[in-house]
């Protein structure tokens, strides 16, 4: 891109050493005016000072845009992934992908209100971000320009940001100057940490990575239980308490730190190609989700709950790849929204010590018939007569093959 063909960028701020520097930067070699955004999805910092930075490094304060966006988070991207039980490569609850999609939309609308022609994102060249923050750009403006300050510049070392920042008077942290020994970050759903003392798989994480769960060990040894109800697939009320979206996962989230819930350590494939080892703590998410599927176990059809199992995993990587605003999403979350028009009720569940044990469910629109499961006199409700045809049928094509010559399921 040609220096001299932005006028004005949007740049997702949080007032850290990297964006400030971005930021700086973008001054300096483009010669633009710099607009900053900084997002409050529940990240746990004062945002306060992320708008004092700018305003230190030359920024108007009306283009100093810092949203809070915990309730549409929720709302709008993190109950509707949940309602499709999404895990990439069956473990991970896809707490930084989901962020990405709503930081994008939100760059855009600010870039149309203040007339702006490009943004500007820091992931670095070798993470899945970037893909993800673009991507949602593209679907949106696809005619907007892209600032990847990570793919252009050579300041390749935090001694080469420091010393940028040294020399355009940009403040830095006391806990900056030192190398991080790891990067984290971290929203409503979840922290995630990962890089250099993580990058070994083979050794186990420090306890300082741990941020948001204690240690199971250290969690209580009585168990707190808990009732979570849903109303239509997504949780509305704990203990019979109803709360908005962001506060109910903030609620759910304290219950998890106090017992453990929560840690992850996953080596997962990231979309660009490479292995990555990620530590991940969704302690509200991982209860979320067990009660979610609780509650689906008995108010969703068979057939219905296994066709949204066998297209989970195509969800999730769509989640993960960045394709939040892509057609095939909003495919299989059209599926997912119709199938929990009955998926409403109450999951009990015990938390205890890094565990989450579903103890009970119930439903005005349960399908669990007592009288045709139980081991007692049914009354006729069931006529176990029936299975001897059912079973004969089923067994047919293996029979004909066995008459073949193709026993036991030979081809």
């Known amino acids: 891109m040609r220096v001299k063909d932005v006028k004005k960028v949007v ?26 955004f900084t997002a409050d999805l529940g990240q746990g910092e004062e945002l306060g000072p992320a708008r004092d930075k700018a305003l230190l490094l030359g920024i108007k304060p009306e283009n100093i845009f810092i949203d809070d966006l915990r309730e549409e988070f929720t709302r709008d991207f993190i109950f509707p992934m949940f309602r499709m ?12 992908s989901i962020a990405r999609p709503l930081i994008a939309k939100r ?69 900056k100057r030192g190398e991080s020994p790891f990067s984290v970050d971290a929203n409503l759903l979840h922290s995630s940490s990962e890089g250099k003392i993580l990058e070994e798989p083979w050794d186990a994480p420090d306890e300082m990575v ?42 759910l989230n304290a219950l998890g730190k106090a017992n453990g819930i929560g840690r992850l350590d996953l080596v997962e494939n990231r979309f660009v190609g490479m292995k990555s080892r990620g530590c991940y703590e969704t302690p509200g998410g991982t209860i979320l989700y067990q009660a979610h599927r609780a509650i689906e176990s008995i108010t969703l059809d068979r057939e219905a709950a296994h066709l949204k199992d066998s297209l989970m995993p195509r969800y999730a990587e769509i989640v993960y790849n960045g394709f939040w605003f892509s057609p095939e999403r909003r495919m299989i979350q059209a599926m997912a929204d119709a199938s929990q028009a009955s998926v409403s009720g109450t999951v009990r569940l015990k938390l205890y010590k890094g565990n989450v044990i579903v103890t009970g469910r119930q439903s005005p629109h349960s399908l669990y018939s007592m009288k045709h499961v139980t081991f007692e006199d049914d009354q006729g409700a069931y006529d176990q007569f029936d299975a001897q045809g059912f079973i004969k049928l089923n067994a047919l094509r293996l029979r004909l093959g066995a008459m073949a010559g193709r026993k036991g399921g030979a081809l």
């Open 107 to 175: 760059q855009i609308e600010i870039a149309e209100q203040v007339g702006a022609d490009a943004v500007a994102h820091g992931a670095t060249g070798k993470g899945n971000d970037q893909v993800r923050f673009e991507i949602g750009y593209y679907s949106l403006k696809p005619d907007i320009k892209i600032i990847a300050p990570w793919r252009e510049w050579d300041l390749t070392s935090r001694t080469a940001l420091i010393a940028f920042a040294e020399a355009h008077q940009i403040p830095i942290a006391k806990d």
């Open 85 to 96: 039980n999404a895990l990439y490569e069956g473990q991970y609850l896809l707490g930084t």
């Open 11 to 36: 740049l997702a701020y949080s007032g850290g050493l990297d964006t400030s520097v971005i930021l700086k930067w973008l001054q300096t070699t483009y010669r633009c005016e710099v607009v900053t």
């Open 210 to 251: 741990w941020q948001r769960t204690i240690r199971p060990e250290d969690a209580p040894d009585t168990p707190t239980e808990i009732t979570v109800e849903f109303e239509r697939g997504d949780a509305v009320a704990i203990n019979g308490e109803r709360l908005s979206p962001a506060s109910l996962l903030a609620a």
